[in-house]
């Protein structure tokens, strides 16, 4: 994985990872955010097969309504979603 100059990552939970641009400000919250969350333990959120959500605070998925979550049934898959928007988003 190449060096980004911007992100920072956090294991906010034992089943959420969260990567974060810019300093935390009360009432915004984050400049920018992308997580990643293992659903296989929350079987009341589950959607289908799909085990591992992705969340950010701009659009990654252009088939659903609000686009801002997209579902994965592996981690690797997840994962190189992540990397690919951390990539496109990594002007500080």
Not at 42 to 70: L, Q
Request: aromatic share 14%; net charge positive.
């Amino acid at each position: 994985m190449t060096k980004l100059k911007c992100w920072k990552k956090q294991k906010v939970g034992p089943n959420r990872i969260l990567w974060t641009k810019g300093k935390f400000k009360a009432g915004e919250g984050y400049k920018d955010w992308i997580h990643l969350d293992d659903e296989r333990y929350f079987s009341s959120y589950r959607n289908g097969d799909d085990n591992f959500e992705v969340g950010a605070r701009k659009k990654i998925n252009p088939e659903t309504i609000n686009g801002h979550f997209k579902h994965f049934k592996n981690k690797s898959s997840a994962i190189k979603l992540v990397n690919k928007y951390l990539k496109e988003h990594d002007k500080c």
